[in-house]
């Protein structure tokens, strides 16, 4: 990828210069995770669902869906692929067979270290030209946007 200055934004993005920097941050940081993802034969989100796991194994499929953050259909498929891949069993609740039970496998839980230093590893590339304070900065104007986006997302449309 190469680095895009802002002279070199396309001409509607000066409408939006913080929000075109998100992006291109975002999918520069995305695509450098899935690279590192793929070297572990996972795809981008089912770490995630792992992560949530390693802390609370025996999660139900609606616990991880809200926790993760990520759409039902992608849980869904991810954690077909990532049974079919050793990593995890799903089964019935006794209580409810309705309610499908995630448990990692001993193949799921080995990949605790390595998802641990993937993550590692992808922050100190993120910070390497960073203070302390600038990182700190960051992480907390990232949380104000973020809020924002969620809240203005959650408002009924004027429409």
Do not use: C
Request: no cysteine; glycine share 6%; net charge negative.
């Amino acid at each position: 990828m190469s680095d895009t200055t802002s002279s070199e934004l396309p001409s509607t993005a000066g409408e939006g210069p913080l929000s075109y920097a998100i992006f291109q941050l975002a999918r520069a940081h995305r695509g450098h995770a899935a690279a590192m993802l793929r070297a572990m034969n996972l795809h981008p989100g089912q770490e995630l669902l792992l992560m949530q796991l390693f802390d609370h194994d025996g999660r139900t499929q609606a616990e991880l869906l809200e926790r993760a953050g990520l759409d039902h259909s992608t849980v869904s498929k991810s954690l077909r692929r990532m049974q079919e891949a050793g990593l995890l069993t799903r089964e019935p609740a006794p209580h409810d067979r309705r309610v499908m039970v995630v448990h990692l496998t001993d193949a799921g839980r080995a990949l605790r270290k390595p998802i641990a230093d993937m993550w590692r590893t992808l922050e100190q590339i993120s910070v390497h030209d960073l203070t302390p304070d600038q990182i700190q900065a960051f992480i907390t104007f990232a949380h104000i946007i973020e809020k924002s986006v969620r809240d203005h997302s959650q408002q009924p449309s004027a429409e």
